[in-house]
């Protein structure tokens, strides 16, 4: 077994830092090499080359369609070049101090590249080494070859992002840089992508039961809701026509309440949805009980259906709104689901962060208890790196997945991919480094955690097989 002195483990972690471990380009084709690690062992280079070779299966972006942010035969953008800046990056930019009003003028207004970079300059050394920051670094490096932003290379971007989004980018940087085999993807209820086995998509539930969200869930099926009993039909016509080619159901309602949800009977629920089509303003009891009625009702169609439900757990996108108190009663409430209906598979989002310790044991305790680790590497890439060690020695490896962008522009997606190939390999390599885990314990590890278990719970070659002969299918 090779163990790194302190100094061989400062001179690897120094290479592989900010940028070291991306690739370069060649003939003016962006291409994503193995790092090379100057000084490592035969365990890093043996680890590093398979994570680096293994495709990856991405759990969760909210990718829309290529076809949908290009505009004209030419496939001009129809976005201006800082959307690369603005999901997530934005939040740390306004925590960093960004005012409103500058926020403002750099993502909302016209303006030339310079004017821009005047108002990111004071606040971009703040940001660019956070993961939301590398994550557009790397990007910007592999796809426009621009090491770093700076009033010089900020005038070469408006060109080469129009440049680089051409008809077929999304295959580009997904498939060939990325090397993601898939995306699944969530919309506002369910997508009928014109890149179907690409972008493989979630059914969306929880305005079928927050709210509910009587509009965008009821007007497409045509059925007038009256009473309690439509909404079932509602929800029933959702999962009739989606079931087969959606990979799972996705909720992001812990944005705005803990995931405790009760099994509150349909005779408590029937009057307080009656108030609810009346118009009146319900209790905040009374809102709760209707939501934890109509979710269980969703989550059983779900299961009836054999779909994961993908529930969000831990740290809120945005800034200067989160009640990290509530967070930390998410992996408590985990138990109770996973108690309350074991036969549903439950895939917990996000690692729960900051209280991803807890998420591990609900994942050690519980056989219906998945955790997906999409977003937590930008969100904190040292802690998810920390997180895979644990989970590894702690749960059983066929119970997570370990990548997803979550991001809406792709561009960004790569940045991610690599970050997350770089924290799982240094997460295998540390764990045979330490005696935890053989060279071949980490490399069987592999292609589960990067792909086979997100292949194998999500049905992901059954639905691209059921998507071929969806009505809206087609192969751009």
């Known amino acids: 077994m090779t163990h790194f002195t302190r100094r061989e483990t400062l001179k690897v972690l120094g290479t592989l830092g900010t940028m070291g471990f991306l690739g ?161 993807v969530n919309t506002g209820t369910f997508h009928e992508s014109r890149q179907p086995l690409l972008l493989l998509q979630d059914i969306s539930i929880v305005g079928m039961f927050a709210g509910p969200n009587l509009r965008a869930f009821g007007s497409p099926t045509g059925i007038q809701v009256r009473t309690l009993s439509d909404w079932y039909r509602v929800i029933d016509w959702w999962f009739e026509r989606y079931s087969r080619y959606a990979v799972a159901v996705k909720s992001q309602n812990a944005y705005s309440r803990n995931i405790d949800y009760e099994k509150v009977p349909q005779e408590r629920a029937e009057p307080i949805f009656a108030k609810r089509l009346r118009g009146e303003v319900l209790s905040p009891e009374e809102q709760k009980a209707l939501e934890d009625h109509l979710f269980w009702y969703a989550v059983r169609k779900a299961t009836e259906n054999h779909l994961p439900v993908k529930l969000h757990t831990g740290y809120y996108a945005g800034d200067n709104y989160m009640p990290l108190s509530r967070l930390l009663h998410n992996a408590s409430a985990a138990c109770d689901l996973c108690r309350l209906s074991p036969e549903t598979t439950f895939v917990f989002m996000h690692i729960c962060y900051p209280y991803y310790e807890e998420l591990i044991s609900v994942a050690k305790h519980y056989t219906n208890a998945y955790v997906d680790m999409c977003w937590s590497w930008i969100i904190n890439p040292v802690a998810a790196k920390d997180f895979l060690k644990k989970f590894l020695v702690t749960a059983p490896a066929n119970k997570i997945f370990t990548f997803g962008g979550d991001y809406r522009p792709v561009e960004p997606v790569l940045g991610h991919a690599l970050i997350a190939r770089q924290g799982i390999a240094l997460a295998l390599c540390e764990l045979v480094e330490e005696g935890w885990l053989s060279l071949d314990d980490a490399l069987r590890l592999v292609d589960p955690i990067m792909h086979e278990n997100a292949r194998r719970v999500f049905q992901i070659e059954e639905k691209k097989q059921n998507l071929r002969s969806a009505p809206w299918f087609r192969q751009d």
Not at 63 to 75: I, K, M, S
Not at 99 to 128: M, N
Not at 138 to 157: P, W
């Open 24 to 184: 370069t380009t060649s003939g003016g084709m962006p291409t994503v090499e193995v790092p090379k690690i100057p000084g490592a062992s035969d365990v890093r280079r043996t680890i590093f080359t398979k994570v680096w070779e293994t495709p990856l299966i991405d759990s969760h972006e909210h990718l829309p369609d290529e076809q949908d942010v290009l505009r004209g035969p030419g496939g001009k953008t129809q976005e201006q070049w800082t959307v690369i800046l603005h999901h997530y990056l934005d939040s740390d930019l306004r925590s960093a101090g960004m005012t409103r009003a500058e926020y403002d003028s750099f993502f909302q207004q016209p303006g030339a590249p310079e004017e821009k970079w005047r108002i990111l300059a004071p606040y971009w050394p703040a940001v660019r080494n956070t993961g939301y920051g590398l994550a557009v670094r790397i990007a910007m490096k592999e796809l426009y070859g621009i090491e770093d932003l700076s009033e010089k290379t900020v005038l070469q971007l408006p060109e080469k992002f129009e440049t680089t989004r051409r008809p077929g980018f999304y295959q580009h940087i997904l498939c060939d840089l990325a090397k993601i085999d898939s995306c699944q």
